[in-house]
């Protein structure tokens, strides 16, 4: 019987995964100290942004059943 492999939780709260298979992520930066920060910048940081695909090889170790 093969043994099953923990799903990192932090990691399965903060990545999704497109239906193409890609990881998706939150863009950082929009917690805290907001005032100094313009419009632009605030609207840019908002959305989703892809995983590059150098790190998203070590997430998918972490994430094998996403």
């Known amino acids: 019987m093969k043994v099953k492999i923990k799903t990192h939780r932090g990691a399965a709260k903060r990545f999704k995964k497109t239906g193409s298979g890609k990881l998706k992520r939150n863009k950082a930066g929009k ?3 907001l005032t100094h920060q313009s419009r632009k ?7 989703s942004a892809p995983v590059f695909k150098g790190e998203a090889k070590g997430l998918m170790r ?5």
């Open 41 to 47: 910048q605030k609207r840019n940081l908002s959305g």
């Open 62 to 66: 972490a994430l094998p059943y996403l």
């Open 31 to 33: 917690r805290h100290l």
